[in-house]
């Protein structure tokens, strides 16, 4: 089932990507496909994964720094053959963390990653629920960590 | 209701009736600690009792708790049994999220991502007490 899922969301994406083709002509073009939502989740990560590096929280870093990867790896993996604009290429530089990064930052910018990660979850289809889902708790378990 | 969803939840359900047996095993030896395995054993008796409530609301037979359970190691110390405490969270992690996994109902979902976390929090806690390096765990519930 989860199979079939990402099957049918690439053929999504396929004749996303083909229709300008065929009606570029005759009227105007056709909204880009929507970005991912996922995006969101891996700019968080890699942002909370420099801050945390910056207060000198290394597990922190590492955590998120993983989830980044990850949830990139399931961005690129549902849309691989479309190389628009919107999608941010998975070699992005290093976030910069903000000036006088403290530690009270980091367990506010890790609370609100848990609660982002929460709140997508409904809108999900399952083989993705999984993974934010252990996005969500795995923020949780850090910040249980810090205290 | 596809049927992997009534599995993955028996599959919880098992997770839970480990933990609570897990948590009774333990408390012997984790005088030190009472208050937080208290509060781990309710947290799991209240979750394994609103599972079985779940599953006979779908018009399922909630499988019983097996007689006894086999720890990772022989749980004779104090460490052992944190060790013990730490795998039965795990165990309910990795199956609240085949839940996740396995189910498009917004309620269920919730609840699964509650029952992950709270594990995954708890499982973070005692990984703490066992001084094990990293502290928590990054991806809770998730294999490898």
Redesign the interface.
């Known amino acids: 089932?989860?199979g079939r899922t990402a099957l049918s969301r690439r053929g999504v994406l396929l004749a996303v990507a083909s229709a300008p083709l065929a009606v570029a002509c005759t009227t105007p073009p056709p909204q880009p496909p929507p970005p991912d939502p996922l995006a969101e989740l891996v700019r968080a990560a890699r942002a909370d994964s420099a801050l945390a590096s910056a207060v000198g929280a290394n597990?922190v870093a590492?955590?998120r720094a993983?989830?980044a990867e990850?949830l990139q790896a399931e961005v690129d993996r549902a849309a691989p053959a479309v190389p628009s604009a919107s999608a941010a290429p998975s070699g992005t530089p290093p976030v910069s963390p903000p000036p006088n990064p403290t530690r009270e930052q980091l367990v506010a910018a890790l609370q609100a990653a848990?609660k982002q990660a929460?709140e997508l979850?409904?809108s999900l289809p399952?083989?993705r629920?999984?993974?934010v889902?252990?996005?969500?708790?795995?923020c949780?378990?850090?910040?249980?960590?810090m205290r | 209701m596809?049927p992997?969803t009534h599995d993955a939840v028996q599959d919880a359900l098992a997770a839970e009736h480990a933990a609570v047996w897990t948590y009774g095993l333990v408390s012997a030896f984790l005088q030190q600690q009472a208050a937080d395995v208290a509060e781990g054993a309710n947290a799991h008796r209240a979750r394994r009792d609103a599972t079985e409530r779940w599953l006979r609301d779908a018009g399922q037979q909630p499988e019983p708790p097996a007689p006894a359970y086999l720890p990772p190691e022989p749980v004779d110390s104090a460490s052992s049994a944190v060790a013990a405490l730490v795998v039965a969270e795990n165990d309910a992690?990795a199956a609240?999220?085949?839940v996740?996994?396995?189910?498009?109902d917004?309620a269920l979902?919730?609840t699964?991502?509650d029952a992950?976390?709270v594990?995954?929090?708890r499982?973070?806690?005692w990984r703490?007490v066992a001084g094990l390096?990293?502290?928590?765990?990054?991806?809770?519930?998730?294999a490898g």
């Open positions: 089932m989860i597990e590492s955590a993983e989830h990850r848990q929460g979850l409904p399952t083989h629920a999984g993974l889902g252990s996005v969500s708790a795995g949780a378990s850090l910040l249980e960590a | 596809q992997t992690c609240w999220r085949g996740l996994e396995r189910t498009d917004a979902r919730r699964a991502l992950l976390t594990s995954a929090v499982a973070t806690r703490k390096t990293p502290v928590s765990i990054a991806m809770p519930g998730a």
